[in-house]
């Protein structure tokens, strides 16, 4: 009898194992089948996806800059949410002095993903383009620097940026706290160097704002000052991102990209000239601002 039930027991778990492979290879069939038809549209739309980033790509890097923009937004229309797309979209409006555009690619950027600390950063550039007076908005950039250094505190670029906000505002000691940050994570920070020659000059420490003017001169001579503010998306680890270079809402890029002209030592009577444009510069943003 102990035998029979023993024999019923192996029968019974046999059937009851046979059943389930037999449903769980059928869900599989099924499953295989729905999905290799769904498989095959994706992959087509990522095969188009990747075509119109590549052509993107190639038009970017040829400064074909309308080029880039229609294939940037063909791809966007295969993947709305890509990250890398938005932003170099953006980078191409803002080229072509289309502010309002590239507002609303790097919009877009950080609501696909809000702890984008490159997309926060362009915003508050956008806002900081003193020369764009319908976007000019310091407060704004500042909300936008602010978020992209509680993502990153890696990124210097963020601190080089409040730095200057602060610069604008004429809060010196705040700024130079800012830029002594920079420079603690790379001395060699063109724009740090040379906005706390700045600060050495406001305050009459003229020796103090020579040794930085000289220095910032120093490391322009390998820098690329055509990319104007020379650090933005420093990191640490050495590696910059990749950023558009119009100089007209670069508040600082002439006076950068005129470093690279001089040779240490800088005589007394040029680094007075020097800093009495930028004074004269801030003095005009800062007027804009408070209007």
């Not at 980033?53 to 709305?80: C, F, M, P, V, W």
């Not at 600390?117 to 704004?140: Q, S």
């Not at 030592?265 to 020097?274: K, T």
Request: proline fraction near 2%; hydrophobic fraction near 40%; glycine fraction near 8%.
């Amino acid at each position: 009898m102990k035998k029979l039930v023993i024999i019923f027991s192996s029968v019974f778990l046999l059937l009851f194992a046979a059943v389930a492979l037999l449903k769980l290879q059928r869900a599989e069939q099924v499953t295989g089948d729905s999905a290799g038809g769904l498989g095959a549209i994706e992959k087509e739309h990522i095969q188009q996806f990747w075509q119109h980033y590549r052509g993107a790509t190639k038009h970017r890097i040829a400064g074909e800059l309308t080029a880039a923009i229609d294939a940037y937004s063909q791809a966007l229309t295969l993947n709305e949410k890509h990250e890398d797309t938005l932003y170099y979209l953006g980078n191409m409006y803002w080229e072509l002095g289309n502010y309002r555009a590239a507002e609303s690619a790097w919009k877009r950027l950080v609501q696909v993903n809000p702890d984008s600390p490159r997309g926060h950063l362009r915003l508050g550039d956008l806002y900081l383009c003193f020369e764009n007076k319908a976007l000019f908005n310091i407060a704004a950039a500042e909300r936008e620097y602010e978020r992209a250094f509680k993502i990153n505190r890696e990124e210097t670029g963020s601190l080089l940026r409040l730095g200057q906000l602060a610069l604008i505002r004429g809060r010196l000691g705040e700024a130079q706290g800012y830029f002594e940050a920079v420079l603690g994570t790379n001395d060699r920070s063109l724009e740090a160097q040379y906005l706390s020659g700045y600060i050495a000059w406001k305050h009459r420490f003229l020796v103090a704002a020579a040794t930085r003017l000289g220095l910032a001169v120093q490391y322009s001579q390998t820098a690329d000052t055509s990319r104007g503010n020379l650090g933005e998306g420093a990191t640490k680890s050495g590696r910059p991102l990749t950023v558009s270079s119009r100089s007209d809402c670069r508040i600082f890029s002439r006076y950068l990209a005129d470093l690279a002209q001089l040779q240490p030592p800088i005589p007394a009577d040029l680094v007075e000239r020097s800093y009495q444009d930028l004074d004269a510069l801030l003095q005009r943003i800062r007027k804009q601002a408070e209007s």
